[in-house]
């Protein structure tokens, strides 16, 4: 778990007391853990050595011995001394990276390794790499996500510990390196947690390992880790609004120091100085602005610049609120045609990492004639904002707090409040992100309500500029009457809800005569749909068939248009992906099918139905 006692002061004022208090309990529970220094944002928009590709692997069976030492204790002193057998003389180790097999990074081991498929434990990843450490540079090991909880050794000093599948982490490993041949090892293990988030169950494939990009970022002695670039979002939106504002924080900058940021395409340009925590707040207003939106996704270049320090975004700047029961983009009301997607690549199958793989999935989207996507049920790689943002496509992305989390624990919230910032802090200058979700499905009752409206209350210190959502599926019954009246409704700005009526409730029919009734706000029917198989042809009211899936979609698209509320709909789910409790043979070998297309690309004939539903926009109206 990343703990930053210091960091920049938007963020410290947010988390303040989640950090202390989180640090408190780590000091108490778990004396390995070691606090980060820090979290770098934008690393993909800088230089930096990859450290992708070959690396050695070991297997650390359960109990994992070689990790975690008799009271659970991080074991320091086995593999992760990267030490080789003698041949003769003194009997030291019974290990060997050097001749060990090597597995791909960034990458999931469960695809990789036919033997690892079903394998949930630890796995230690080794690697040589050279540096040339430059004096007054600071390097960092930078991690895009590792799942589930990860420990870094570099030159057989512990750097880093996480907790946290699917965020990035930075391991200060300046003091460790040596000119020359330097190595690293991590320990990763993917064991499921009673108090992790997500919890022990759930209905998505445990990918384990490194799987997402690993790379060395080296940086000045004082440098830019955080910086927030937006449109001014004030009470309300206003056109002729182009005051852009935020804030770059510089660590370990002394009070004064310069930071200049500069948009010349915008001509926008302002220098400002940090304070005493090395924040610089700035406000400049933009003599030219276009606002980015789906149809005009338009990305300037940001030049960032302080001290020996620069940095080069590519931003675009929106306004997103709600009035009543409308969403506003840029002061027009819109309505969100999307799907569902899992962060599972189309085709090549495993944890979805590459350029490719979120190519191919907006090309979905867009062939779909989606605006939008909600990213389940966790962040996915940071490649899918960037190619939003690009493309034009709108983003709801989501923390891991899925269905059963242990919400009357302390260090859980502290947990939950860590994966909120470091999702948010690595996305925050995406325009293509709206909506912040803080979880999907949880039981309603008061320890969750108070946990998770706590953790809408660090949202929106964290971002004041997006909409906070959360998947609901706690519903009153009352006949036809589906009623809404989770408090937690009381402090989203949008309801998402979730129901498969003529799937796991009833039959397609019922949908008919059901009548949804929700507080005055904008709602998204998160989740409906039915499982088909590709290519299993049958009458509509046979489950499993393409024919079944397209008529429980056509009933519920049928249902949707008398919501008027309703401001947007993701159906479950743009592709078929792994869960491995899916098992009846033949249909869904180890799948969730619920997908408009296989996991192969193969397009179901619902996907075509809802691609003439979204092409005709017939679903649901912008107000
Ligand atoms: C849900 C969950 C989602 C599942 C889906 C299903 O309600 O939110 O994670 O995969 O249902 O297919 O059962």
Redo the contacts with the bound molecule.
Sequence with gaps: MILSPRISKPLTAALKSATLFCWALLVLSSPAQQPLQTLLVGVDHRTVTSLDGDWHYLVDMPPAGQLYAGKGQINDHGYAMNSHPNLVGKHNAEYDFDTAPTIKVPGDWNTQIPQLFNFEGVLWYQRDFDAQPQPNTRTFLHIGAANYRSHVWVNQKRVCDHEGGYTPFDCDVTAVLHPGSNFVVIAVDSTRLQDGIPSVGF??FNYGGLTRDVSLVTVPQSFIDDYDVHLAHGPTFDTANTQLTGYVHVLDAPAGTPVTIDIPEAAARTTVTTDAEGNAPFSVKAAKLALWSPDSPKLYKVHLAAGQDQLTDDIGFRDIRVDGTRILLNGKAIFLEGANMHAEAPVRGGRAFSQEDADRIFGYLRELHANFVRL??YPHDERMERTADRDGFLIWSEIPN?QRISFDKPEVYAKAVTMLREMIRRDRNKASVILWSVS??TGNNPTRTKFLSDLVVEARKLDGTRLITS?L?SIRVNGNERVQDDPLCNVLDVIGQ?E?VGWYEGTPEEADNIHWTFPQKPVLMS?FGAEAKFGNRGRVDQRWTEDNQAYVLLKQLEMLRKIPQLRGATP?ILMDFR?PGRNIPLLQDGY?R?GLISEKGEKKQAFSLLQKAYTEHSIGKPE
Aim: hydrophobic share 30%.
């Design positions: 209905d998505w389940a049920h899925w999907n499905e998947a599926n979730n498969y989740e479950w869960s969730n619920k």
